[in-house]
């Protein structure tokens, strides 16, 4: 770094968050550890979410998702037309929605299942012990 990017970043400091002592200065939203002091609510969060859903969201981003998918709103379209009699030859009964609905809740399983994986793999990633840069040393 030449001289006139560290008076840059020097201009860019403001005041410690907690005084004149603090551990933590703000740089443009960036946090600047001084010590080990360090006080874990002024800090950015920095963990790793892979997962696509969590367990509120996941029926209805599922279903949407699910819904999505052409070859599954063809097969619902050809079961709902299956309920009309004039043009069934099931006599009216859907029999294609059972196979269908089937296949949805599979697809749902193994999302669930793989979105489970993704959040055991981030709970592993962002509990480990990292390195912090230390302006000082």
Do not use: C
Not at 5 to 13: N, Q, T, V
Not at 31 to 59: C, E, G, P, Q, W
């Amino acid at each position: 770094m030449n001289d006139y990017m560290a008076k840059e970043k020097k201009k860019d400091l403001k005041e410690p968050l907690n005084g004149p002592n603090s551990s933590i200065t703000e740089t443009k939203g960036i946090n600047i550890i001084r010590d080990n002091d360090v006080h874990m609510s002024k800090m950015v969060d920095n963990k790793i979410v892979t997962a696509k859903f969590n367990y509120i969201n996941f029926l209805p981003l599922n279903i949407m998702n699910q819904l999505s998918r052409m070859q599954n709103i063809y097969f619902l379209i050809v079961s709902w037309m299956q309920t009309i009699r004039a043009i069934s030859i099931s006599a009216g009964k859907a029999v294609q929605a059972w196979p269908t609905i089937g296949v949805m809740i599979l697809s749902m399983l193994k999302d669930f299942y793989e979105d489970r994986k993704r959040h055991i793999n981030d709970a592993e990633e962002n509990n480990q012990i990292a390195s912090v840069y230390n302006e000082t040393k």
